[in-house]
């Protein structure tokens, strides 16, 4: 039996990008819906670490009280463990970061903490189901089709088929998995192609406040101390070298992917094994990629793209590159600029059409810098 379930906005993916941009909308009147694949918690390929000068985005979006119960200690050093090196230095104070919104001086927020993504996404999900997006998960979102000045989409749970019609499509659903959405990437093998592996490990000996830089032949990736007392560690390695160790002549039989990185990481850095030396693995390790950085279009094919759909960073910068496309404001200007420069006048005067008939049954203006764009539309008074 089929099912309709009309919205403002449809959001594919509850990741932090999807579910930022579906909560800070809700907030302001939308009625939202967010389709996820996954059943949460559930862990994730991710370095975990959210810097200083992004905590206020967590403010903005009414989690950072729950965040800063959750996460790990704060990271007052940066490290670098490449061969037989291990150096360090101290990590520079967050500008700005001792004054709080009340005036009252705000010294925890000075530095970055880890939080387990099991964690994490599940903060920011409870938070938009509060603010009365609606949730479907587990969900998959298998067909998006045009329907007059809407769309549908069309979404699967086992044996049941539902479908969501909006006049606004957003592509949270990252980068890494092939599909058949016309916003998923299609995947080409390539030898430099980077693939990303994360594991949690208990009893590690490495100092809480510290924070290293993993340099490895073919690739690269870091630690840092989450939640819970589970050690984060990620990295991402080229193909070409994931092949190679996974067929070493030392080996007498062929290595999965991970124990060939797990193993790659403890010859080449002295720093991870006498961190991991008398530590345990919390979890086997997870594999996702092939992560390609890079900027890609913003609003193609009548569907906005938010997170790592939209563009993506090498891992060595971290987070910050995907919380830029989060909140809302930013995600629909940038969307409408650059969709602008790269699709013509025509296309973003359609798109811009659809989403300001949605604001104006939410009492929304235009901002007075880009006329004719809703920016982040305002609840009816």
Not at 127 to 135: C, F, L, T
Not at 154 to 176: D, F
Not at 272 to 299: K, M, T
């Amino acid at each position: 039996m089929t099912r309709l379930s009309t919205h403002d906005a449809i959001v594919i993916g509850a990741g932090p990008a999807g579910t930022s941009v579906a909560l800070t909308l809700a907030r302001r009147g939308w009625a939202m819906a967010i389709v996820e694949k996954s059943v949460f918690p559930r862990r994730k390929v991710c370095g975990e670490y959210i810097s200083a000068s992004n905590l206020a985005l967590l403010d903005q979006l009414e989690i950072a009280d729950a965040w800063r119960a959750n996460a790990g200690p704060e990271i007052r050093r940066v490290g670098l463990f490449s061969g037989e090196t291990c150096a360090e230095a101290p990590m520079p104070h967050a500008k700005g970061a001792l004054q709080a919104k009340d005036g009252r001086r705000a010294k925890k927020d000075g530095f970055g903490r880890a939080l387990g993504r099991d964690i994490f996404d599940c903060l920011l999900l409870q938070a938009a189901r509060s603010a009365g997006v609606e949730i479907f998960q587990p969900c998959r979102a298998v067909a998006i089709d045009p329907d007059g000045e809407a769309q549908l989409v069309r979404i699967q749970a086992g044996n049941e088929t539902t479908m969501l019609r909006a006049p606004v499509i957003v592509a949270a659903h990252g980068s890494w998995e092939p599909g058949p959405l016309p916003s998923q990437v299609g995947k080409t093998n390539r030898r430099s192609d980077l693939f990303g592996f994360k594991a949690h490990f208990t009893g590690s000996s490495l100092a809480p406040d510290l924070m290293p830089l993993l340099v490895f032949p073919g690739g690269y990736g870091g630690m840092v101390w989450a939640d819970h007392g589970r050690l984060s560690i990620s990295c991402c390695i080229r193909r070409d070298m994931l092949a190679r160790l996974r067929k070493h002549p030392r080996h007498q039989s062929h290595l999965s992917a991970a124990e060939a990185v797990s193993r790659h990481l403890m010859e080449s850095c002295r720093g991870v094994r006498d961190a991991l030396q008398s530590a345990e693995a919390d979890g086997p390790w997870l594999a996702a990629g092939p992560i390609r950085p890079g900027i890609r279009s913003c609003y193609e094919r009548d569907i906005f793209r938010v997170g790592n759909a939209a563009g993506e960073s090498h891992p060595v910068i971290a987070r910050a590159f995907r919380w830029r496309f989060s909140p809302a404001g930013c995600w629909l200007a940038n969307s409408h600029a650059r969709q602008a420069a790269v699709r013509g006048a025509r296309r973003q005067a359609d798109a811009t059409k659809r989403l300001g008939k949605v604001c104006f049954q939410h009492g929304s203006t235009p901002p007075p810098h880009l006329p004719g764009l809703p920016l982040v539309p305002a609840a009816p008074p």
